[in-house]
């Protein structure tokens, strides 16, 4: 498995080593391994891990706080998955299913609310510009 450094991380990513070492203080990612100079070694589960959180943060518009939560939902949900899989007792596979449902709605509220919040906005957006396009017809009539 290769290793990569910060910088390597910074210009795949498209992020500053600066807001990688936040993520990481922030506890979006884990602390990377380290040689023994001290230099931040990342995988390529980390590179994934931190675009689907600059995905999450662009296209949901997630705050850190958020995103944290997100991060913790997404980390849950797979180890509810490992645990599914390696146990043949059906009671206990109901139990794990029921709550990786949970916390998928607890997922779906989450990203209901950010829509919501969006839709304000945007029917906001609409009634200011219905001002300004009638401002706009009153002074070419």
């Given at each position: 498995m290769q290793?990569?450094?910060i910088e390597e991380v910074a210009k795949r990513t498209g992020l500053t080593k600066r807001a990688i070492?936040?993520?990481?203080?922030?506890?979006?990612?884990?602390?990377?391994?380290?040689?023994?100079?001290?230099?931040?070694?990342y995988s390529e589960d980390?590179?994934?891990?931190?675009?689907k959180i600059m995905l999450a943060k662009e296209v949901l518009g997630f705050?850190?706080?958020?995103?944290?939560?997100?991060m913790t939902f997404q980390a849950i949900i797979e180890q509810q998955k490992t645990?599914?899989?390696?146990?043949?007792?059906m009671e206990a596979r109901r139990s794990k299913l029921m709550e990786i449902a949970g916390i998928l709605q607890k997922e779906k509220d989450m990203i209901d609310t950010k829509i919501?919040?969006?839709?304000?906005?945007?029917?906001?957006?609409?009634?200011?510009?219905s001002r300004v396009t009638?401002?706009?017809?009153?002074?070419?009539?």
């Open positions: 290793l990569l450094k070492r936040y993520y990481e203080d922030f506890g979006l990612i884990s602390p990377p391994e380290r040689t023994q100079g001290g230099i931040r070694l980390d590179i994934e891990k931190i675009n705050s850190l706080a958020e995103l944290q939560q997100y645990e599914y899989r390696t146990t043949e007792d919501a919040r969006m839709e304000q906005f945007k029917e906001e957006l609409i009634g200011y510009e009638k401002a706009l017809n009153q002074l070419n009539d």
